[in-house]
């Protein structure tokens, strides 16, 4: 059974956690809980700010991802460059992947969309 000085030691540690969290220097209960409060509200106006500013950003990037039969088809467009984004969708897709990697296999596919644009303009 848990003595009453555990539990107390408990909350005193789970206090101090949250006054280090919201940055708070309250000695007392109430009050850390009271800025504890204010913080959270910050954090709610910082999160609808952003969902705000997203949802009006227009220059975010469209993903899409389908399985072929050999591969993969992934379909990137965006108005802005977003340096990384390919290995990142990769990433969120296969786990770890090697920047140098996509690299290579990227110049690959563009030397081999060029190669089929060639012959079928000689045709």
């Not at 850390?32 to 910050?42: E, F, H, N, V």
């Not at 399985?67 to 340096?83: A, D």
């Not at 969708?89 to 992947?97: A, D, H, K, T, Y």
Request: with cysteine; proline share 2%; net charge positive.
């Amino acid at each position: 059974m848990v003595s009453k000085k555990q539990k107390k030691a408990a909350l005193q540690e789970k206090l101090q956690l949250l006054r280090s969290v919201t940055n708070s220097s309250a000695k007392n209960k109430t009050s850390i809980i009271l800025d504890a409060s204010k913080y959270i509200q910050q954090l709610k106006q910082k999160i609808s700010a952003c969902v705000q500013e997203l949802a009006e950003d227009s220059s975010r990037p469209t993903v899409s991802v389908a399985t072929l039969e050999k591969g993969l088809l992934i379909n990137v467009s965006s108005t802005k460059s977003f340096p990384g984004m390919l290995v990142s969708i990769l990433e969120n897709q296969f786990g770890s992947v090697d920047a140098l990697m996509v690299t290579d296999v990227v110049l690959q596919a563009m030397k081999k969309c060029t190669r089929s644009t060639d012959h079928k303009e000689q045709s």
